[in-house]
């Protein structure tokens, strides 16, 4: 299997202290394994991401010698391919809709948190048939083998 890293900044400003050492451990990791360090820009934040900030954090990594073998990927840029993996996923049933509320997500966290319970999402829609708008709101829970990882 070959390694395959990635750093993401937001680009809302310069490369940080943070944000290099991140981006230095991930192509760390991945020159020492053999593999590919790919830069993927999460540009979703439209109201704060400028493309002067995208500049510097380029040029930050560029003066660290951090080289990226795949990218810049833009998030805003790959909605289409984000939406036909959602899509297949849909169609192999390792993944499905939930349309519940934030309310209702959020009263179902604190519920178990009060209980001492680790919080989780208990799969309700899971094999729910209820009809819903299509403007509805939703996310997506992917199955994994062992627990469930929304987005």
Avoid at 44 to 52: G, N
Avoid at 88 to 96: D, H, K, P, V
Avoid at 116 to 131: A, F, I, Q, T, W
């Amino acid at each position: 299997m070959k390694i395959k890293t990635r750093f993401a900044p937001s680009p809302t400003g310069y490369l940080h202290v943070g944000g290099a050492r991140t981006a230095l451990y991930s192509w760390l990791f991945a020159r020492n394994h053999g593999g590919e360090f790919v830069l993927r820009i999460e540009d979703t934040d439209l109201e704060r991401s400028t493309p002067e900030a995208i500049e510097a954090i380029m040029d930050g990594m560029n003066w660290l010698s951090l080289e990226w073998d795949e990218g810049p990927y833009y998030q805003t840029k790959r909605f289409d391919r984000y939406n036909a993996v959602i899509d297949q996923m849909l169609e192999e049933g390792t993944a499905y809709k939930c349309y519940c509320s934030k309310e209702r997500l959020e009263a179902l966290r604190e519920e178990q948190m009060a209980k001492g319970e680790k919080p989780r999402y208990d799969g309700r829609c899971r094999h729910s048939h209820e009809h819903h708008a299509d403007d509805e709101p939703l996310l997506y829970v992917l199955l994994t083998r062992r627990k469930f990882c929304c987005f």
